[in-house]
């Protein structure tokens, strides 16, 4: 059974951090470029981050760049998001997602694999 199990996700502070992990089991993770998106209330799923282990490749979005960092462990199948500087703007259920080899074109139409998110609140 193919998962992508995230954690990590909880209530900060503005100006705070927080580390979201994805676990990822039931497929090969070698083929797959995993990375992040996020579903603010009243908004549409945005791609923020995509890492591949194919071209040593990783994206960032705008709204996170120079704040968030992703990384792989491929001994343990996973990938991480280190989220700094957080914002209120922020808040978010931030899902890990699965797409075949590359990040270029890294979008919801182009993704294999969802988790089930977890929510990242960053209050005033």
């Known amino acids: 059974e193919v998962q992508l199990a995230e954690s990590g996700g909880g209530l900060v502070q503005t100006g705070g951090s927080l580390r979201l992990s994805c676990a990822a089991s039931g497929f090969s993770f070698d083929s797959y470029a995993i990375g992040w998106f996020r579903q603010a209330p009243g908004k549409e799923r945005e791609a923020i981050s995509c890492i591949s282990r194919e071209d040593g490749t990783t994206w960032y979005s705008d709204s996170v760049k120079g704040r968030f960092t992703i990384s792989s462990d491929n001994a343990k199948s996973a990938v991480y998001l280190e989220m700094n500087s957080l914002e209120p703007e922020d808040t978010a259920v931030y899902y890990c997602?699965?797409?075949?080899?590359?990040?270029?074109?890294?979008?919801?139409?182009?993704?294999?694999?969802w988790g089930k998110g977890t929510l990242v609140t960053v209050s005033s």
């Open positions: 997602a699965a797409t075949w080899l590359f990040c270029s074109g890294y979008g919801a139409d182009a993704i294999d694999y």
